[in-house]
């Protein structure tokens, strides 16, 4: 099961683009790399997903490189409002397993 | 379309005690999972399935026993209940195992 380290926490102030990294020391040929943002006292929820180069919806941009060792999210002009924790996933077969996750806090 | 439910969201057991705690999908999902989380820390794994009549360990399974008797609902039961339990329990499912995760909205355990 691939496993991850992430940063424990990150501050920025409105209006940055953030990027989190996240490491995936043995991660698998067929394991995606998910991210998830979880605000208190609510379960996570899906930011996003991809398996190599890069992915973007309306919330993030996930970056991730040829060796897929590494991937990065990036939050664009973030807010107060994206102050959660964000947990890296590397899962594979059927177990999902939630690391510690990046607490960031947004300042004004 | 309710996603998934979580029932009861908040218990108060004593030392002791047993309790069931039901999550209920109506999307169809053949995955659902367990987790709890302790203050200040993230999710761990309890217990997972990958289909109606399945269910297989995480990596904190001691202390717990689930069953999917129904495609829709998984149940997670503290026989004995200890303070060590005392957390905020998700439930969780997907459609496969490399998709979205949709969570519930947790339940409070506390044992006293």
């Known amino acids: 099961l691939a496993k991850t380290t992430q940063p424990i926490s990150m501050d920025s102030y409105e209006g940055q683009e953030v990027n989190i990294t996240c490491s995936h020391n043995?991660?698998?040929?067929?394991?995606?790399i998910t991210w998830y943002q979880q605000f208190p006292s609510q379960g996570p929820r899906f930011i996003i997903q991809?398996?190599?180069t890069k992915v973007t919806n309306e919330v993030a941009s996930l970056f991730i490189p040829a060796d897929r060792k590494s991937s990065t999210l990036s939050l664009p002009r973030v807010s107060l409002s994206d102050t959660a924790v964000y947990y890296c996933?590397?899962?594979?077969?059927?177990?999902?397993?939630f690391g510690k996750g990046t607490r960031l806090h947004i300042l004004p | 379309n309710a996603g998934v439910t979580q029932t009861p969201k908040f218990r108060v057991l004593k030392t002791g005690q047993s309790m069931t705690l039901l999550c209920a999908q109506d999307?169809?999902?053949?995955?659902m999972y367990w987790y709890r989380q302790d203050p200040g820390m993230g999710l761990r794994l309890i217990h997972y399935?990958?289909?109606?009549?399945?269910?297989a360990k995480g990596e904190v399974p001691d202390g717990y026993n689930v069953s999917r008797l129904k495609k829709q609902n998984f149940l997670l039961g503290l026989e004995s209940a200890a303070p060590s339990q005392t957390s905020v329990y998700f439930c969780?499912?997907?459609?496969?195992?490399?998709?979205?995760?949709?969570f519930g909205e947790g339940s409070r355990l506390t044992v006293l």
């Open positions: 969780a499912s997907t459609y496969y195992n490399t998709g979205e995760l949709f």
């Open positions: 043995n991660i698998a040929t067929n394991d995606y």
């Open positions: 991809g398996y190599k």
């Open positions: 996933l590397g899962h594979r077969d059927d177990k999902i397993i």
């Open positions: 999307m169809n999902h053949e995955y």
């Open positions: 399935s990958v289909g109606e009549g399945t269910t």
